[in-house]
Nanobody, 128 residues
Framework: QVQLVESGGGLVQAGGSLRLSCATS????????MGWFRQAPGKEREFVAA????????NYADSVKGRFTISRDNVNNTAYLQMNSLKPEDTAVYYC?????????????????????WGQGTQVTVSS
C-alpha cells in the first residue's frame, strides 16, 4: 500500500510563493507517475500538474502554466509543487496523487481517475 503525505500549505498573499511536498512510502517511488490536483469549495477536483516516472516529461493545467513547477526527488521519495505568483483563485485544498501506470499522454496524466493513491490534502489560501 502506498501512502502519500502532503505538506507545505498555508496562507500567503497574492503574488507570493509556496512549495508543496508529497512524501511517499514504498521502495518503488521512481516507478510512480505523480500528479497534483486541487479542489476549491463548491467546485470539482481539478488537475494542476503531473510528472512522468522518469521525470522527463511534465504536464500543467493552463491556469498554472508559467507559475507552477512540478518536480520529483527519487532519492528522497518526494514530489514537489513550486507555486509562484499565487493568485486568490489558486485557493484550494491541494492533493498529491500517484499511480504505478506509466502514463505519458497529457490526457492520461490530467485525469484524476487514472491515479490509484491519494494524500489527505493540504490547504492553500491566497489572500488578495
Amino acid at each position: 500500500q502506498v501512502q502519500l503525505v502532503e505538506s507545505g500549505g498555508g496562507l500567503v498573499q497574492a503574488g507570493g510563493s509556496l512549495r508543496l511536498s508529497c512524501a511517499t512510502s514504498g521502495r518503488t517511488f521512481s516507478s510512480y507517475t505523480m500528479g497534483w490536483f486541487r479542489q476549491a469549495p463548491g467546485k470539482e477536483r481539478e488537475f494542476v500538474a503531473a510528472i512522468t516516472w522518469t521525470g522527463a516529461s511534465t504536464n500543467y493545467a493552463d491556469s498554472v502554466k508559467g507559475r507552477f513547477t512540478i518536480s520529483r526527488d527519487n532519492v528522497n521519495n518526494t514530489a514537489y509543487l513550486q507555486m509562484n505568483s499565487l493568485k486568490p483563485e489558486d485557493t484550494a485544498v491541494y492533493y498529491c496523487a500517484a499511480t504505478v501506470r506509466r502514463y505519458v499522454m497529457s490526457t492520461q496524466l490530467s485525469s484524476s481517475r487514472n491515479y490509484d493513491y491519494w494524500g489527505q490534502g493540504t490547504q492553500v489560501t491566497v489572500s488578495s
